[in-house]
């Protein structure tokens, strides 16, 4: 895929929720087949915020077959990029954004008849309302379950739009919505998605192994205990697909361990490819990890969270051996094949070999 930015005309800004908004982009027509995208992708978007160049990844919220591209930003607590993007993003303001990238994503076809299922708490509606809409319009033949968790119901993201796929889809799609701060007549939805309440979806709402992929989209501890709630039942991983954007902070020991790795690493020597450019870069343990290392020999490697989530970082190793810290980014499909999150990866031995090209 390509590394590069291209600037996208912002053409509305629709306010979803008190601290949300959608997006519409409009890709300069030279570019705008390198816009072309799978339900479920996202995009990286740099901006430069009070003299700082900030990365963040944002979903798409529509389907391929709508021929936009929109995007859902929920202000966070600290947000730099959410917050600017709350309070000042107009109509007629430019975003660079990478190429549609991302592997939270299915082969849909219009012969299929399967059964999916989707938990999404908060903004991580915005990969899945993607993933639902290209079901439901490109498979007549599929079902769609929504397990969607919020806080309060003003705070609910695509409300409309979801009630109106409902009617519009009355028998495929079936959704439910769980509060955690106020009561509905059923317990079972009032409430966040943790464990126990997974159990009883499992036992009430939804059957595990009539499902064919689950789709997880959310805060980590929803996301753990949807997934920890379905291995429990024997749902095959290859089976359950998730999204992170976040991740927990590393532990001590998990960090010192990566120093010592890093600093074992020192001196090595690393053949790099980028844009078509191949690069020998020595790894330097200050400088962290290869994606730094990489960026401080010159090479513009592609990168945005920083924290192993996103994969924009991802490069596939040809040649020798390079370890993780952590990968939340990476499906088992994309390890078995060689590739690495590059902001993660430290080299455990001579000649590595890597290119972000393939
Ligand atoms: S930059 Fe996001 S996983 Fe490496």
Not at 99 to 113: L, R, V
Request: net charge negative; glycine share 8%.
């Amino acid at each position: 895929m390509s590394h590069d930015f291209h600037p996208l005309r912002v053409v509305e800004v629709k306010r979803e929720t008190p601290d949300s908004v959608c997006v519409r982009l409009e890709a300069p027509l030279e570019v705008a087949p390198l816009f072309a995208f799978k339900a479920g992708q996202h995009l990286t978007f740099r901006r430069e915020i009070d003299g700082e160049e900030i990365r963040r990844n944002y979903s798409l919220c529509v389907s391929p077959n709508e021929g936009v591209l929109k995007i859902g930003i929920k202000q966070i607590a600290g947000g730099v990029f959410s917050g600017w993007a709350n309070e000042s993003l107009t109509v007629g303001d430019t975003l660079d954004a990478m190429a549609p990238h991302g592997s939270f994503t299915w082969n849909f076809a219009p012969h299929a008849a399967q059964r999916y299922a989707a938990f999404a708490g908060g903004s991580g509606i915005t990969p899945i309302l993607s993933l639902i809409k290209t079901a439901l319009e490109t498979e007549p033949r599929s079902h769609f379950t929504l397990c969607y968790g919020n806080r309060t119901s003003a705070g609910i993201m695509f409300l409309e739009e979801l009630a109106g796929l409902k009617d519009r889809y009355l028998d495929r799609l079936a959704l439910y919505h769980f509060l955690e701060d106020e009561e509905e007549e059923i317990a079972l939805f009032n409430g966040r998605l943790d464990r126990e309440r997974c159990e009883e979806i499992f036992t009430t709402l939804i059957t595990p192994e009539g499902v064919d992929a689950f789709f997880i989209c959310g805060p980590g501890p929803m996301m753990d205990a949807v997934e920890q709630a379905l291995t429990a039942r024997g749902v095959a991983k290859a089976r359950i697909l998730i999204e992170r954007f976040t991740t927990a902070e590393l532990s001590a020991a998990q960090l010192a361990a990566a120093r010592a790795l890093e600093e074992k690493a020192a001196g090595l020597k690393m053949s790099v490819t980028l844009n078509g450019r191949r690069v020998n870069v020595t790894f330097d343990p200050e400088k962290r990890s290869i994606l730094d290392n990489v960026r401080a020999a010159g090479l513009p490697a592609p990168f945005a969270c920083k924290g192993g989530v996103c994969a924009t970082c991802r490069a596939k190793v040809t040649a020798g051996k390079v370890e993780m810290k952590v990968n939340y980014g990476l499906s088992p499909q994309e390890l078995a094949d060689g590739y690495v999150l590059t902001c993660q990866a430290t080299p455990v031995s001579e000649g590595v070999a890597l290119s972000y090209d393939i």
